[in-house]
C-alpha cells in the first residue's frame, strides 16, 4: 500500500503534544495517530474533522496527498456524470451540470493558490 504524505507530525510537534495526548484529543489510541502520521492509513472522515478542528487547519493543509487523491476520484466521477447529463433531457440536468462547473471552478481556484 502507498504511504500518504501527511503533516500531522509537524502540526503536532509544533504544539508540543506527544501522540498519545493528540490520540486523547481525537478519541483515539496513540498507535492509531502514528500509524496516520506515518501514512501507513489515511485518517477517516471523524479524524479529519478532528484533526483540522484541534489545529485550525483545513483537511488539505494537514493531509495534502490525501485531499489530492479524494479530489481526483471525485473529479473523475464528475466527469462521468457530465457526459451521461450529455443525454439527459431532463429539467434537473442544467441544476446538475451547474454543480459540475462549481466544482471545477473550486478545483481550479484550489490548484492556482497552492
Same mark, same amino acid.
Given at each position: ?7 500531522? @507530525? #509537524? $502540526?503536532?510537534? +509544533? ?9 486523547? !484529543? &481525537?478519541?483515539?489510541?496513540?498507535? @492509531? #495517530? $502514528?500509524?496516520? +502520521? ?9 479524524? !479529519? &474533522? ?6 485550525? $487547519? ?57
Amino acid at each position: 500500500m502507498k504511504r500518504i504524505h501527511c503533516y500531522l @507530525r #509537524v $502540526r503536532r510537534k +509544533e504544539w508540543c503534544l506527544t501522540q498519545q495526548e493528540l490520540a486523547d !484529543l &481525537v478519541g483515539t489510541y496513540r498507535e @492509531r #495517530v $502514528r500509524d496516520v +502520521e506515518c501514512g501507513r492509513v489515511p485518517p477517516t472522515a471523524n479524524e !479529519l &474533522v478532528a484533526y483540522s478542528f484541534i489545529f485550525g $487547519r483545513n483537511p488539505a493543509e494537514v493531509f495534502p496527498a490525501y485531499a489530492e487523491a479524494v479530489q481526483d476520484a471525485v473529479m473523475a466521477a464528475a466527469y462521468q456524470l457530465s457526459k451521461n447529463l450529455e443525454s439527459d433531457e431532463s429539467p434537473k440536468g442544467p441544476r446538475k451540470g451547474e454543480l459540475i462547473q462549481d466544482m471545477l471552478a473550486r478545483v481550479t481556484n484550489y490548484v492556482d493558490h497552492v
